[in-house]
């Protein structure tokens, strides 16, 4: 059992950054591939970007891409995603969630077996 917390949610204007952190409570990300997803209101849970267990390849979703970038801190234990040019799209409640997978792309949700309970992202001016 994986006990997964995000944190960095919160109101940004457009054109905006914000850093999300996910940690590993009482354990450790390291191991696991990470994702992180979205789900805005009325919309399906939209896969973000992942960095794999192998080697930390990253991917990203195509509407992030050039935008965000997901990457580990060795040094707190825990997997960030920072988000740069926020659009108003880019409101949703963010969550990161782990997998034993290896990744050659963007994996869907259904790889993945633990999940946090996310972090609200509103970009609005």
């Known amino acids: 059992q994986v006990h997964l917390v995000e944190s960095g949610g919160g109101l940004v204007q457009p054109g905006g950054s914000l850093r999300l952190s996910c940690e590993a409570s009482?354990?450790?990300?390291?191991?696991?591939?990470v994702g992180w997803f979205r789900q805005a209101p009325g919309k399906e849970r939209e896969a973000v970007a992942c960095?794999?267990?192998?080697?930390?390849?990253?991917y990203y979703g195509k509407s992030v891409k050039d935008r965000f970038t997901v990457g580990r801190d060795h040094v707190t234990n825990t997997v960030y995603l920072q988000m740069n040019s926020l659009k108003p799209e880019d409101t949703a409640v963010y969550h990161c969630?782990?997998?034993?997978?290896?990744?050659?792309?963007?994996?869907?949700?259904?790889?993945?077996?633990?999940w946090g309970q996310g972090t609200q992202v509103t970009v609005s001016s």
């Open positions: 009482g354990g450790t990300l390291e191991g696991y591939t």
């Open positions: 960095i794999g267990l192998n080697n930390g390849i990253t």
């Open positions: 969630a782990t997998s034993r997978s290896i990744v050659d792309s963007l994996l869907s949700e259904r790889w993945y077996d633990f």
